[in-house]
């Protein structure tokens, strides 16, 4: 399936970016990212990602329930891991799924359900992942001038399709 794919290719983006880092550069606190580490954006899309998943056997999806691992943002291996098993889930699914997603809209504790499925949150997530390489791409070119991303890494692909039929050039 087209979406299944598309986040695919996303992850392995991602994976690609990963492998491209030394470890210390990885998980090195970034003044222009507000503090924030390369692993510390990548475990924040990979955790949506895991309440995705979590949430078929539920039937609730909470991506305020992030785990929060500390392990995901401060080692790449154990990133690139835990990609590869997302990716194995999202290759192997065969059917959409009905699910409920649960939403906090204020500091306190009450919350919301609203009804979705996979492939709505799968494509959200496609979305979130993307917004997050751009976050990443500001770190990685502002640090790290011997990585070298893909010309439209972190660049949402309805821009892309925009640009690309305008003649525009893709920044």
């Keep these: 399936m087209f979406l299944q794919q598309t986040s695919i290719n996303t992850l392995i983006q991602l994976t690609q970016l990963i492998q491209s880092l030394e470890q210390y550069e ?3 606190s970034l003044k ?11 475990r924040h899309i990979l955790e949506f990602y895991t309440c995705l998943i979590n949430g078929i056997s539920t039937g609730t999806i909470d991506y305020d329930a992030r785990e929060r691992d500390i392990e995901l943002e401060t080692n790449s291996e154990t990133a690139i ?8 889930y999202i290759q192997n699914l065969k059917n959409d ?12 504790d009450n919350f919301i359900t609203i009804p979705t499925n996979f492939y709505r949150e799968l494509a959200y997530n496609i979305e979130h992942c ?5 976050i990443i791409k500001i ?13 439209n890494f972190g660049i949402a692909y309805s821009t892309i399709r925009f640009k690309e039929k305008n003649n525009f050039e893709t920044v």
Excluded at 32 to 42: F, Y
Aim: charged share 15%; net charge neutral.
């Design 26 to 28: 990885y998980k090195l």
């Design 139 to 151: 770190g990685v070119t502002n640090n790290f001038h011997t990585v070298n991303l893909p010309e």
């Design 130 to 134: 993307i917004h997050h390489l751009a």
């Design 81 to 88: 891991k835990l990609i590869e098993e997302i990716i194995n």
């Design 97 to 108: 799924q009905v699910l409920n997603l649960k939403v906090v809209l204020a500091k306190d």
């Design 32 to 42: 222009i990212l507000s503090g924030s580490s390369i692993g510390n954006q990548v």
